[in-house]
């Protein structure tokens, strides 16, 4: 595994949060501290991002599991990998599969039965998530090759378009010394946040192994969020922008292509967001699988084949979890949930970065005594 599959999840992580609720906190908080709560969270971010990087170097091969199994006692490993896999990975799946499947309904079928949608996505993403670390890593970086150049166009297609008004992203960015909410900052530090796979996935990287390119990190976590918050401020206003629960998903269908049959944005925006909401579905649920085996003392290789079946559960397990969701939430108790998650997710990063310096001081002690 090479740098290029760190700056992938980067870039999926900054793919969805169109689809999650982010722009949708920074929208409502546009007047009130949205740009100068992204631009703190944007100075956040990178310093998270550029030193977990930098610790998870110090120890090539080795997940977060394997290093919690060296230097700290055995219950205190348990639970942090629960505690990660249960509140930041798991929820983070379910609620991205129940955001995007009741997306699609809304604007395709809206008449349709709204388990059923979500059980065809759970499907794909049961069978993804519980793969061998290194299938989901070659699902991965396939589908980012496949999705993303479409993506750019996009956004491309929505910067330069002749209905963008500039003014009202300007009169917006005017508002920069406003104090921002902590619920901004949250929001905008959560496109940095695909570093935080390097908790499973840095058992690829060899000897030797040091990240190149490493100033990608804040300039695609820069982009997409600017994109985020200005574009549909340029295409809906200052005002009217707020009316929209699905924000995206009218920015998009608000542009007309004129390439071949295909007429409507929106249908090529759903399409490509299917694979990126399965691809983050599909590394969360794996995350959360491989820190429950490593809390039931059933530890996972790299390649496995066959794959162990308690990945099988454990997926089972996150999709039934994903239906009593949606049997009980809507689309405002969503919005509260998402608002949780991503407060709780962000301190939950500085806890793990903590933990990880500690293991680096206690690496750097052993070398110094040995």
Request: hydrophobic content about 55%.
């Amino acid at each position: 595994m090479g740098s290029r599959h760190t700056y992938y999840h980067v870039l999926y992580v900054g793919m969805i949060n169109i689809m999650m609720f982010v722009p949708y906190f920074l929208i409502k908080e546009r007047f009130h501290g949205a740009v100068l709560g992204m631009l703190i969270a944007l100075a956040i971010g990178t310093i998270l991002s550029l030193v977990s990087m930098a610790c998870y170097e110090r120890f090539p091969g080795l997940g977060f599991p394997e290093l919690c199994d060296l230097y700290l006692p055995r219950w205190l490993t348990v639970t942090i990998n629960l505690y990660g896999a249960l509140l930041t990975w798991l929820p983070a799946g379910a609620i991205v599969i129940y955001s995007y499947s009741e997306t699609v309904r809304m604007f395709f079928y809206p008449e349709m039965n709204p388990f059923v949608n979500l059980l065809l996505m759970a499907g794909a993403a049961v069978w993804a998530s519980s793969r061998s670390t290194r299938t989901v890593q070659f699902v991965h970086e396939m589908m980012i090759i496949i999705v993303s150049p479409l993506l750019i166009m996009f956004l491309m297609k929505a910067i330069f378009n002749p209905g963008m008004d500039w003014n009202a992203i300007r009169y917006v960015s005017g508002y920069v010394s406003k104090p921002p909410s902590f619920i901004t900052i949250a929001a905008g530090s959560f496109l940095f946040s695909g570093f935080m796979s390097l908790i499973v996935f840095n058992r690829f990287h060899q000897q030797g192994f040091r990240f190149r390119f490493r100033w990608i990190v804040p300039v695609f976590a820069t982009f997409f969020l600017a994109v985020t918050f200005f574009v549909p401020i340029g295409f809906h206003g200052t005002e009217a922008v707020e009316d929209y629960v699905y924000l995206w998903s009218m920015t998009a269908d608000s542009m007309i292509m004129e390439y071949g049959f295909i007429n409507r944005v929106l249908f090529v925006f759903l399409l490509i967001f299917t694979g990126v909401s399965l691809l983050f579905i599909m590394n969360t649920w794996h995350v959360a699988i491989l820190l429950i085996r490593h809390s039931i003392n059933r530890f996972a290789l790299v390649e496995e084949a066959p794959v162990s079946k308690i990945n099988l559960w454990i997926a089972l397990a996150a999709a039934g979890l994903s239906f009593v969701y949606m049997r009980f939430i809507n689309v405002d108790r969503n919005q509260m949930i998402s608002e949780v998650w991503l407060i709780t997710r962000f301190f939950n990063e500085i806890v793990f970065l903590l933990i990880m310096l500690y293991f680096v001081w206690k690496k750097r002690k052993e070398g110094s005594t040995s």
